[in-house]
């Protein structure tokens, strides 16, 4: 049965497309979101005709990262229940977390991340599951200790603890430098080039191309990817619960921080009509 989708378009085809669409929200990642996310991959993997998969999202960034509270994420968490708990909020980031964004990983066909603008905390996570990513040349990365924890993967051990330490956004052509990103193109071109070359890998040999990305993840998963994720998670989940006050707490007040406080300072973008 086809799937409906409401917060993503996706377009089949030899190169398919997964477009993230609230762009209202610059994409921030709702729980309806990564269900649709995970859907349109599977649609994808499903479909013989399917190839190669770009990834991308409407709007002036490619995702603002986790959604904290738009007005749908809570009437999604009033309809569908949203425990408190620590078993539940420990299973519910698992799920939209860590096993989905190892399947994404896993797809067994390529996958691109078609990356503009601000790419922040789950929007890093996502981008990261993903076997390639070009940039245009205004992208921001902003990595962290989140729950998919790749940081040190994707831009070695010293890097990563010296941007994660300043928590700072990373710039396209800097992120290219360090091996996170494959390919840095102007805005306007950024398209383009990135359905040029997915066009050129489509015409592969498919078992071919899912041989080479086994035996790539597979490498690293002997290097201990996977068990290194796990662990980061427990690391993270327990952190999260448990940890120390933030020092941006004032009065049991939480204060944003600077990243957060410049986002919630943006206008609202128009969605896009769909005909």
Same mark, same amino acid.
């Given at each position: 049965m086809p ?13 398919a497309?997964v ?6 929200y ?5 729980r ?45 968490r ?8 620590f078993?539940?909020?420990y299973?519910?980031? +698992?799920d ?5 964004? !190892?399947?994404w %990983?896993? =797809?067994?066909?390529p996958?691109i991340? *078609?990356?503009? $603008?601000k790419?922040i ?15 245009s040349?205004?992208?921001l990365f902003l990595?962290?200790?989140t729950?998919y924890f790749s ?5 070695g051990?010293r ?7 300043q928590?700072r956004f990373?710039p ?5 430098e360090?091996g996170f990103?494959?390919q ?14 997915? +066009? ?6 498919? !078992?071919?191309? %899912?041989q =080479? ?5 597979? *490498?690293?998963? $002997?290097q ?6 796990n ?7 327990v952190?999260?619960r ?7 707490m ?5 204060q944003?921080?600077p ?9 609202p973008?128009?969605r896009p009509?769909?005909?």
């Amino acid at each position: 049965m086809p799937v409906t989708y409401h917060e993503v378009i996706y377009e089949p085809g030899p190169v398919a497309r997964v477009i993230m669409n609230r762009p209202e929200y610059r994409n921030a990642q709702s729980r309806l979101l990564l269900e649709e996310i995970d859907a349109a991959f599977q649609e994808a993997v499903d479909d013989p005709e399917v190839l190669v998969i770009v990834l991308s999202g409407n709007g002036p960034d490619f995702s603002a990262g986790h959604d904290l509270g738009s007005p749908p994420e809570l009437a999604d968490r009033e309809i569908r229940g949203w425990d408190e708990d620590f078993v539940g909020v420990y299973d519910r980031q +698992r799920d939209t977390r860590i096993t989905n964004t !190892m399947r994404w %990983r896993n =797809i067994p066909k390529p996958t691109i991340a *078609m990356v503009h $603008g601000k790419c922040i905390f789950g929007g890093w996570m996502v981008a990261a599951s993903m076997d390639l990513i070009f940039a245009s040349d205004d992208a921001l990365f902003l990595p962290s200790h989140t729950q998919y924890f790749s940081a040190p993967w994707d831009l070695g051990v010293r890097k990563a603890k010296e941007i994660l330490f300043q928590n700072r956004f990373i710039p396209a052509q800097e992120a290219k430098e360090l091996g996170f990103v494959n390919q840095v193109y102007p805005a306007d071109v950024l398209e383009r080039k990135t359905l040029e070359y997915a +066009r050129e890998v489509a015409e592969r040999t498919p !078992m071919v191309l %899912r041989q =080479i990305k086994h035996s790539i993840n597979n *490498m690293q998963d $002997g290097q201990g990817f996977t068990t290194h994720i796990n662990a980061s998670f427990m690391t993270y989940a327990v952190g999260a619960r448990f940890g120390q006050p933030d020092p941006r707490m004032v009065k049991g007040k939480r204060q944003l921080s600077p990243v957060a406080q410049a986002l919630a300072k943006l206008k609202p973008w128009p969605r896009p009509r769909q005909d």
